[in-house]
């Protein structure tokens, strides 16, 4: 995507698509829960915790009921003992593997560009 002059009234259209994915991706810790569930089919709780560094229990909950609500991730039960409990990506949520692939390879580039690693 080329960014172009910007001009009101011709991407008004485009400006809101742009806040509404930001309105659902928002936050420091989403990208990040969602990232960890798409690399893997399944993931429980507290796979999730290991994977985001600095993450509290209560905060992860909210972003798994926030992305839940957004039909981003489905939450399934297991009736096991303890209970056990796995989130998954909905077909919905697929769709944001490009995102995801696309960050992380630009990340991976400006890593190296920047520090050298």
């Given at each position: 995507?080329?960014?172009?002059?910007?001009?009101?009234?011709?991407?008004?259209?485009?400006?809101?698509?742009?806040q509404d994915?930001?309105?659902?991706l928002?936050?420091?810790?989403?990208?990040?829960v969602?990232?960890s569930?798409?690399?893997?089919?399944?993931?429980?709780?507290?796979d999730?915790l290991?994977?985001v560094?600095?993450?509290?229990n209560?905060?992860?909950?909210?972003e798994?009921?926030?992305?839940?609500?957004n039909?981003?991730?489905?939450?399934t039960?297991?009736?096991?003992?303890?209970?056990t409990i796995?989130y998954?990506?909905t077909?919905?949520?697929?769709?944001?593997?490009?995102?995801?692939?696309?960050?992380?390879?630009?990340g991976?580039r400006?890593?190296?560009?920047?520090i050298?690693?």
């Amino acid at each position: 995507m080329e960014c172009e002059e910007f001009k009101p009234n011709e991407y008004k259209e485009e400006m809101m698509a742009v806040q509404d994915t930001m309105d659902v991706l928002q936050g420091k810790w989403k990208i990040k829960v969602l990232s960890s569930i798409c690399f893997y089919d399944k993931r429980r709780f507290s796979d999730i915790l290991n994977d985001v560094y600095g993450i509290s229990n209560k905060m992860l909950s909210k972003e798994l009921r926030d992305l839940e609500i957004n039909q981003l991730i489905t939450r399934t039960v297991l009736d096991t003992h303890p209970v056990t409990i796995h989130y998954q990506l909905t077909e919905h949520g697929k769709t944001l593997g490009t995102i995801i692939d696309n960050l992380t390879e630009w990340g991976k580039r400006h890593r190296k560009k920047i520090i050298g690693e």
